[in-house]
């Protein structure tokens, strides 16, 4: 039985591919792509990979998504059509992917058996680092400065959201509210953001000895935000925010700081001192949580288009 559900779910993995590829339908390819983003999440805790699939989960099946549905709606009320399968761009970007799905194939074939791996030493060192979740421990102690740079780089994606917005309307708010909001959506809005935080808080604290942690968490968050900011029961804040801009640099200026202070306490960039390891990724942690929730859901509320107040 573990045999035919590992075979179905490659099968319906590459059947949502294809049709989000294939389909001429954007609505219908962005809803294949959610189903697509939520079975890849199951085949990677089928891989045992559960942080992951968590991952996989929120970001590629659930923001993601969310992101793609919005900007369709947007381009769809200018008027604005998707391009031709005919056209030759279309066979460039083909003859591309091609290749380079060609290309990774190869050179995952190309491995040596067994595969290079690290894990052995990452277990080793996991007692200096007070974790238990070897995940974290990578991403935040043994690689911390990519760590760090993608954080960094997610705010860069923000700052050119909101570049798109008209001169007028720069360091007002997006208008995210739809024009009629049902019911239904009002009740979710009011129930499921305490759960919600709640739920957050937990993937928060268990990350460092168990699958969760900063991605997962923050994305929780800012769903629930964009589900208050979608019923209309909170508008969304202005870009020029001080309080705003401070929650969204906090996360990343904390890693730098306490990365920089590692030259004097434990001798090099994003060094911990082994007593304090925990409590200092803990905490980076959370400012970190709290700066990836406002820079996506600003992401999907888009640029500014309402001038600010005077």
């Known amino acids: ?98 290749i380079v799905t ?39 102690a043994f690689r911390a400065i990519d ?3 993608e954080k960094i780089v997610i705010i860069l994606a923000l700052i050119g959201v909101w570049s798109l917005a008209s001169d007028p309307n720069w360091g007002g708010s997006s208008h995210l509210r739809p024009a009629s909001v049902p019911e239904p959506l009002v009740f979710l809005a009011r129930m499921l953001p305490p759960f919600g935080v709640v739920i957050a808080v937990y993937q928060v604290w268990v990350g460092a000895d168990l699958p969760g942690g900063t991605f997962q968490a923050g994305t929780i968050l800012a769903a629930m935000w964009l589900l208050v900011m979608l019923a209309g029961l909170r508008p969304a804040p202005e870009t020029r925010a001080a309080g705003l801009r401070m929650m969204l640099a906090a996360g990343p200026a904390l890693f730098l700081l306490i990365g920089f202070l590692g030259f004097l306490i434990a001798g090099g960039f994003l060094a911990y001192p082994e007593a304090v390891a925990k409590p200092l990724i803990v905490a980076i942690e959370v400012a970190l949580t709290l700066s990836v929730a406002a820079t996506l859901g600003l992401l999907v509320a888009g640029p500014p288009d309402k001038e600010p107040a005077r």
Request: charged content about 10%; glycine content about 14%; some cysteine.
């Open 1 to 98: 039985m573990s045999l035919v559900f590992d075979v179905a779910l490659a099968a319906g993995l590459v059947a949502l591919a294809l049709h989000v590829v294939l389909t001429r339908d954007g609505k219908g390819a962005i809803i294949a792509f959610i189903g697509f983003g939520l079975l890849l999440g199951i085949g990677w805790a089928r891989l045992a990979s559960v942080d992951v699939a968590l991952t996989e989960a929120a970001i590629g099946g659930g923001l993601t998504g969310m992101l793609l549905l919005r900007t369709q709606a947007h381009l769809a009320g200018r008027g604005v059509r998707p391009a031709q399968t005919g056209h030759p761009s279309w066979r460039l970007a083909a003859a591309g992917c091609t």
């Open 102 to 140: 060609l290309g990774l194939g190869y050179v995952v074939l190309a491995f040596p058996s067994p595969a290079p791996s690290l894990a052995r030493e990452v277990a080793g060192s996991l007692d200096a680092t007070g974790l238990g979740n070897p995940v974290t421990a990578v991403l935040l």
């Open 147 to 149: 760590t760090l740079l």
